[in-house]
Every structure is written in C-alpha cells, then in structure tokens.
T-cell receptor, first 114, second 113 residues
Framework: KAGVTQTPRYLIKTRGQQVTLSCSPI?????VSWYQQTPGQGLQFLFE???????NKGNFPGRFSGRQFSNSRSEMNVSTLELGDSALYLC?????????????FGEGSRLTVL | QKEVEQDPGPLSVPEGAIVSLNCTYS??????FMWYRQYSRKGPELLMY????GNKEDGRFTAQVDKSSKYISLFIRDSQPSDSATYLC?????????????FGEGTQLTVNP
C-alpha cells in the first residue's frame, strides 16, 4: 500500500511569490491534514479536509489556504510568501475524521523563501 | 506559553542506555497521547498511542501518562543507533478531530555505538 505522497519535495521561492503544494493520501483515506514544521515551533496544525470540506483550521493567516478534490487528493497554497514561511510542510492522512486512529505523514515539502 | 513543552535537546547517549523523553502540557482536556518518531528528511511516524492515564509497553518502548501532573514520558530500553531520531510528543482532546494534534517541539536523540 503506497504511503502519503507529497510533491514537490523541495522548492525555493522569493518573497511575494505564491506556492502550491500537493498531497496524495493513502488509498481509502478521506481525511487530509496539513502541518507546518519549523525549528523552535515544531509541528503546527494548518487545516484539515474531509470529503472536500475544510473541517478544522489552525491559527494561520488567510494567505494559507487549501482544498481537497473528490479523489481525496489535497493541495495547499501560500500566497504573498514571507521569509517566515520557510518550513517543512507535512501532509497527513487518516481513514476517518473523528475516530481515534493513526495519522500517517508524508515526507514533506521543504519550502525556502528568499 | 506553549500548550505542550518538550525539551528539544539534543540528547546523546551510548548504545544500550535507557533513554527518558518527557513532555508537559497545560490543557487538562487532553485525553489522547502519542509519541512520533521522525528520522532525518522523513515524515513523523507513530510510535506509541495511549488513551488517558497509565502505561503502555511495546518491545523496548514504554509510554507513561500522568494526567494529575500533566506529564508524559517515553522510555527506550537498550537503546540502539537505529533509535537516533527526533521524538515528538503529541496530544489531543476527546472532542477534537484525530487529525488535529498539538505537538511538542521534539527532542533530537543520538545513540552512539
């Protein structure tokens, strides 16, 4: 069974640009969530999508957005990039939204903003 | 103040040592407690999962939760070089989606052969 796949793995952008990251969850998983990982802050929850609807949102500005498609694949977008957006962006999937269960992470997309 | 505090280390131990990793938290609503392991350039993977208080053992790993003290621990016995990784504690409340976890900063562990 293939794991969570994230693309691209590495990317470099400049301030003011926008970026789109993609995530393919484990087959059959309908919940996709996104986290930002930075030194000093650790993993911080961005948002969760389930059945193409955003179900939860973390404390991030509106520049961070996402969506989920009917096949459960998800994208997140960051507009007007700032230096502080440099981070590892992790996508995770779960089988169901509210039942206790394991969160499976991808390897992440490492974004560097210059 | 962060909801979950975890000493980032780094922690360096000799092979065979017993390792103790800890987190404290402030939100008394947390009921699910997890430990994730993250190798360099990889995503986190679930190591241990505990509901409410008590101990849970899995091979060389033991997770402890003390809700009265708002303190959780992960013990690694007979540590191996392959245990070298960053260990992240994570937790959530009962009513929170299983996808929305609050993580500690992570402790970087190196086990030296």
């Amino acid at each position: 069974k293939a794991g969570v796949t994230q693309t691209p793995r590495y990317l470099i952008k400049t301030r003011g640009q926008q970026v789109t990251l993609s995530c393919s969850p484990i087959s059959g998983h309908r919940s996709v969530s996104w986290y930002q990982q930075t030194p000093g802050q650790g993993l911080q929850f961005l948002f969760e999508y389930f059945s193409e609807t955003q179900r939860n949102k973390g404390n991030f500005p509106g520049r961070f957005s996402g969506r989920q498609f009917s096949n459960s694949r998800s994208e997140m977008n960051v507009s007007t990039l700032e230096l502080g957006d440099s981070a590892l962006y992790l996508c995770a999937s779960r089988a169901l939204q509210f039942i206790a269960g394991e969160l499976f992470f991808g390897e992440g997309s490492r974004l560097t903003v210059l | 103040q962060k909801e979950v505090e975890q000493d980032p280390g780094p922690l360096s131990v000799p092979e065979g040592a017993i390792v103790s990793l800890n987190c404290t938290y402030s939100n008394s609503a947390f009921q699910y407690f997890m430990w994730y392991r993250q190798y360099s350039r990889k995503g986190p993977e679930l190591l241990m999962y505990t509901y409410s208080s008590g101990n849970k053992e899995d091979g060389r790993f033991t997770a402890q939760v003390d809700k009265s003290s708002k303190y959780i621990s992960l013990f690694i016995r007979d540590s191996q070089p392959s245990d070298s990784a960053t260990y992240l504690c994570a937790m959530r409340a009962e009513e929170t989606s299983g996808s929305r976890l609050t993580f500690g900063e992570g402790t970087q562990l190196t086990v030296n052969p």
